[in-house]
């Protein structure tokens, strides 16, 4: 794949305003290379062609008008199979979900279009979005475009490979515990997990409701920036949605690094990180310095207690949301004689092995005898990681780390592992659990041509600056490293 191919939001505009290409032709020249790539890659589990070429026809037809355009206008988007989407088929990469086509559209979906961009289709994911390979897709996993041997990351792998292969311009992901970032750094690509609150949670089907949030993935911070001005605001429909104000996000990214001060968590570079990460994050983090940043070397304490409380808290919550999938109201429906052994049977066939063991195991954390043991304590060690961040916030204006600490493993080499696999998201669920936000950059490859991921993380509804830091990473050449 060229980089001719690579389209951004503005390359894609200033095409449609000079006559280079319609918006048809130009989801068509997308939908040709989904054709030519995604039966090896497996990044698409559904396309919506008839909706794609309708949404370019009005584009193609208000250019032929002489109207004004709307901000992304004709850029192709993929969206996570977790994100509902009206009359698409959205599975969650789950049998139990098989065949399943939404009423409605989530909003942040609804406002993308609105907005002028083209929904190509529904990229695949981890079932549930439990995981942090793409393996435990009940459709197959997808395989990096960097290196087709390698995971693309999960949950969100679909979409980062999507995008990476310039299958997308951009896409939507959905963010639990590292699952926006993760496979943005395993797959070389910008990627976006917003503060709890700024995007609207309506029509993402829920894992983990207090943790779980959407955002998008694009090859340029720009085009990150760009997404999040849209789908970023209060909606009346999500009720953990904030009014906080949304700046121009665009607008932000020019500003100067001058005497900003850089958190270096002396606790994110502990045993256990890949050689050569550490290597390419030093390395990013001497160039921001360079860019006029202040680096400030900061302590986390309860960062090594994350994954623990992390998988207490978001299976409990996985338990209770993951009740509803019965085989009563949609759905599978496996027969059985009493409706004791419905459940059993739809439930034992639907259901993936990684999404039963956290069934289980939340089930376990929230049961009589065991609540105050796991789940309380689970949630008394988040309010003393968000203290870590708060505390970290009044000395420094951002926090820099790894965003994974290992670059891409080979398909199949932790999944005998599942805590080895978890260890995969120890810089990520911190951020998850205190609700702050945190992008992914690209920031050099290993020497077999691994990405490797830069990741900043801001105070809570401080996109701004995160944006504003990963942009100047970018446009000095951070991805080169």
């Given at each position: 794949m060229s980089a001719a191919t690579a389209w951004t939001i503005p390359e894609v505009r200033a095409a449609l305003d000079t006559g280079k290409i319609s918006a048809r032709e130009l989801v068509k020249e997308f939908y040709a290379r989904i054709e030519r790539h995604n039966g090896e890659l497996n990044a698409y589990l559904a396309l919506s062609p008839d909706r794609a070429y309708a949404q370019a026809d009005r584009i193609d037809a208000a250019i032929a008008s002489g109207d004004a355009l709307p901000p992304l206008a004709g850029v192709p988007l993929a969206v996570k199979d977790v994100i509902s989407t009206h009359g698409i088929p959205t599975t969650c990469g789950s049998r139990i979900l098989e065949g399943y086509r939404p009423p409605y559209d989530a909003t942040a979906v609804t406002r993308l279009e609105h907005a002028g961009a083209i929904v190509l289709g529904k990229t695949n994911c981890d079932e549930f979005a439990m995981g942090s390979s793409n393996e435990n897709s009940a459709y197959g996993p997808v395989r990096n475009p960097v290196a087709t041997d390698r995971v693309p990351g999960g949950s969100s792998g679909g979409s980062g490979a999507a995008v990476a292969a310039n299958l997308a311009v951009v896409a939507l992901g959905t963010d639990t515990g590292g699952s926006i970032r993760q496979p943005g750094s395993f797959c070389g690509v910008a990627a976006l997990n917003p503060s709890y609150g700024r995007v609207s949670r309506y029509g993402l089907l829920a894992y983990a409701s207090s943790l779980d949030?959407?955002?998008?993935?694009?090859?340029?911070?720009?085009?990150?920036?760009?997404?999040?001005?849209?789908?970023?605001?209060?909606?009346?429909?999500?009720?953990?949605?904030?009014?906080?104000?949304?700046?121009?996000?665009?607008?932000?990214?020019?500003?100067?690094?001058?005497?900003?001060?850089?958190?270096?968590?002396?606790?994110?570079?502990?045993?256990?990180?890949?050689?050569?990460?550490?290597?390419?994050?030093?390395?990013?983090?001497?160039?921001?310095?360079?860019?006029?940043?202040?680096?400030?070397?900061?302590?986390?304490?309860?960062?090594?207690?994350?994954?623990?409380?992390?998988?207490?808290?978001?299976?409990?919550?996985?338990?209770?949301?993951?009740?509803?999938?019965?085989?009563?109201?949609?759905?599978?429906?496996?027969?059985?004689?009493?409706?004791?052994?419905?459940?059993?049977?739809?439930?034992?066939?639907?259901?993936?092995?990684?999404?039963?063991?956290?069934?289980?195991?939340?089930?376990?954390v929230l049961s009589a005898g065991y609540y105050d043991a796991y789940y309380l304590k689970g949630q008394k060690v988040r309010s003393l990681i968000a203290r870590d961040f708060h505390e970290a916030f009044e000395k420094v204006d951002a926090i820099v780390t790894p965003t994974s600490p290992v670059p891409p493993f080979r398909l199949g080499e932790r999944t005998s592992n599942p805590l080895q696999m978890y260890l995969a998201d120890i810089y990520t669920v911190t951020g998850s659990l205190a609700g702050v936000p945190g992008i992914s950059v690209p920031t050099g490859k290993t020497a077999e041509g691994l990405p490797v991921g830069l990741q900043i993380y801001g105070p809570a509804f401080g996109e701004d600056r995160v944006l504003q830091l990963a942009h100047a990473f970018e446009q000095a050449g951070g991805a080169e490293l």
């Open positions: 949030r959407i955002g998008p993935f694009a090859r340029t911070v720009r085009d990150v920036a760009a997404v999040m001005s849209v789908i970023a605001g209060r909606d009346p429909l999500d009720s953990t949605s904030a009014a906080a104000p949304v700046p121009n996000y665009v607008a932000a990214l020019g500003r100067p690094l001058t005497g900003l001060r850089i958190g270096i968590p002396d606790d994110y570079f502990a045993e256990g990180i890949d050689p050569e990460v550490r290597q390419k994050v030093e390395g990013g983090i001497r160039l921001l310095e360079k860019l006029g940043c202040r680096r400030v070397s900061i302590r986390m304490p309860n960062t090594e207690y994350a994954i623990a409380a992390y998988y207490i808290i978001a299976t409990a919550e996985a338990s209770s949301n993951l009740a509803r999938y019965d085989g009563v109201r949609y759905g599978l429906r496996v027969p059985g004689g009493t409706l004791i052994e419905m459940y059993q049977k739809t439930r034992g066939r639907g259901f993936g092995t990684e999404v039963k063991r956290r069934i289980v195991l939340g089930t376990y």
